[in-house]
């Protein structure tokens, strides 16, 4: 059991948890819930429950075959893997990639919004209203895309490995967080409204820079498996530099989408979240991330001097914080 929990790798299941939640309470408390009432019931309490844990699952899913595309890889960057070790067979690592994507997918399928309230009118809700499901189906190809040769395997490749993390990651674990409470789409406009997508959008911005900060540690290992991530192809002082930005600017957009009118609801601000609690949030981000971006741009090569280097940790807490916060400002 020791060995499939560190397979799933806990710590990493925390952040698409929050952003989940965070996703669906910012959706509860916006100008777009669909229920006149905001009634806080309990189908939309174990409507939340239920996506977050799928999102948890998916997760540990996409952790477990990034292991198996990864093993050679692993055998060089991180020895102690089970995989590595022999403590969990390629055999039992797949059955448990299978099971976890199944336990992730199959129950959104009653992840389905207001005015259907009970899990029989929920499973027989028209297609169209199966919002959240489509998207972690959509949220399962990218970590295939991500991973296996067979579907690209972006992983290889500087850009197109963030890219795949950015968008499932951070701009769709977002929508799919609110698709458990509102609308992410229209029949006739195809988006319900920008605000889900501008949050998530946010949260995408940040990642595609931040999600690097691991590939400076992992450089030898990715050498050798033909992985050319930013400090390889740019050098580590470059690369570092190069992923400064989205530490700090993604935060700023808090405060203009919290004035700005929404192009597709034009009576309400694109944020409808309370307007002073974000500009305050997206501030203090910022400057969270400018305090991280001195650490890493300080001595760059202390970053692959260290498997757990001070920033990626600030990255997985400042991407909490901002989950948290977000939904506080949905509350307030």
Not at 7 to 32: N, V
Not at 206 to 224: H, I, N, P, R, V
Not at 244 to 255: H, K
């Amino acid at each position: 059991m020791k060995s499939y929990i560190t397979l799933a790798r806990p710590f990493t299941l925390l952040p698409p948890l929050f952003g989940i939640i965070s996703g669906a309470i910012c959706a509860w408390g916006s100008a777009h819930n669909p229920d006149p009432t905001r009634a806080l019931t309990t189908s939309v309490i174990l409507t939340i429950v239920l996506g977050s844990i799928c999102a948890s699952f998916l997760n540990a899913a996409s952790n477990s075959i990034n292991q198996i595309c990864d093993l050679e890889i692993d055998r060089i960057n991180k020895p102690n893997r089970p995989l590595v070790t022999g403590a969990i067979s390629l055999r039992k690592a797949w059955i448990f990639t299978w099971v976890f994507y199944a336990l992730a997918i199959i129950p959104t399928w009653w992840v389905v919004v207001y005015p259907y309230t009970s899990w029989s009118a929920k499973f027989h809700a028209p297609i169209a209203a199966h919002e959240c499901f489509f998207i972690y189906i959509a949220g399962m190809i990218f970590t295939f895309v991500y991973s296996a040769p067979e579907l690209g395997r972006t992983k290889r490749h500087p850009i197109g490995a963030n890219v795949t993390i950015a968008i499932p990651r951070g701009c769709l674990l977002k929508v799919a967080g609110w698709t458990m409470v509102a609308h992410a789409f229209a029949p006739r406009t195809f988006l319900a409204s920008a605000e889900p997508w501008f949050i998530g959008s946010v949260f995408m911005f940040f990642l595609l820079g931040a999600a690097s900060t691991k590939d400076f540690s992992d450089m030898k290992g990715d050498a050798e498996g033909g992985c050319r991530t930013l400090p390889i192809v740019f050098g580590v002082r470059k690369a570092a530099w190069m992923i400064a930005p989205s530490f700090v600017f993604p935060w700023l957009l808090l405060p203009l989408g919290a004035w700005l009118r929404d192009p597709l609801s034009p009576g309400h601000h694109i944020l409808t979240g309370n307007p002073a609690f974000l500009t305050i949030l997206g501030i203090f981000l910022a400057l969270w991330g400018v305090y991280t971006v001195y650490l890493i741009v300080r001595n760059p090569d202390e970053l692959t001097a260290t498997e757990n280097h001070p920033s990626w940790r600030h990255m997985y807490l400042m991407m909490m914080a901002a989950q948290i916060g977000f939904a506080a400002a949905y509350i307030v």
